[in-house]
T-cell receptor, first 111, second 113 residues
Framework: AQRVTQPEKLLSVFKGAPVELKCNYS??????LFWYVQYSRQRLQLLLR??SRESIKGFTADLNKGETSFHLKKPFAQEEDSAMYYC?????????????FGKGTLLTVNP | NAGVTQTPKFRILKIGQSMTLQCAQD?????MYWYRQDPGMGLKLIYY???????DKGEVPNGYNVSRSTTEDFPLRLELAAPSQTSVYFC????????????FGAGTRLSVL
């Protein structure tokens, strides 16, 4: 079975502070990990995926297979980063068409 | 480019009523999905489809039905609405290749009273 855990429901930081949204997963094979973001009154959209190893809007995430983690980080948070963030996992082989989502972390960046 | 379009945006149902949530995509994606989003619970997969004529149950299919007669459309049917089905429903789609990047609709907010 595949599982995604986001331990923080709420995370509040001040503008300019570093931010880290935690994500841990459970999967026996080689997963594909994603971060999706939902801004207020907007649809869910992909922020980044571990395969591409990109930095999007200043955010990065590294897959740590030893710790089974895929934490999302940004060195200097901005007010426009306030949103709901979901970590998601896609399995390999026959289960690679389904996404399993964590429960989400609501990030608030205060001025 | 419309992407994934869901209708209606909002709906209030009485217990026992039925309705169909519409989802259409214009990206020629084979895979389509229905999720429900409950506060503090993330997204749960209701049903999915890997192509026209093929559907399968997800994590929480009870109380729902789907059909996929065309590549573009993937309607979700609630036959006997119950208060437990009050939620926000999201439709998503993805192409066959290129990894499991899903594209989401704007959602339908449903209240069953």
């Amino acid at each position: 079975a595949q599982r995604v855990t986001q331990p923080e429901k709420l995370l509040s930081v001040f503008k300019g502070a570093p931010v880290e949204l935690k994500c841990n997963y459970s999967y026996s094979g080689s997963p594909e990990l994603f971060w999706y973001v939902q801004y207020s009154r907007q649809r869910l959209q992909l922020l980044l995926r571990h395969i591409s190893r990109e930095s999007i809007k200043g955010f990065t995430a590294d897959l740590n297979k030893g710790e089974t983690s895929f934490h999302l980080k940004k060195p200097f948070a901005q007010e426009e980063d306030s949103a709901m963030y979901y970590c998601a996992l896609s399995g390999s082989g026959g289960s690679n068409y389904k996404l399993t989502f964590g429960k989400g972390t609501l990030l608030t960046v205060n001025p | 480019n419309a992407g994934v379009t869901q209708t209606p945006k909002f709906r209030i149902l009485k217990i026992g009523q039925s309705m169909t949530l519409q989802c259409a995509q214009d990206m020629n994606h084979n895979y389509m999905y229905w999720y429900r989003q409950d506060p503090g619970m993330g997204l749960k997969l209701i049903y999915y489809s890997v192509g026209a004529g093929i559907t399968d149950k997800g994590e929480v299919p009870n109380g729902y039905n789907v059909s996929r007669s065309t590549t573009e459309d993937f309607p979700l049917r609630l036959e006997l609405a119950a208060p437990s089905q009050t939620s926000v429903y999201f439709c998503a789609s993805r192409p066959s290749g290129g990894g499991n990047i899903q594209y989401f609709g704007a959602g339908t907010r449903l209240s069953v009273l």
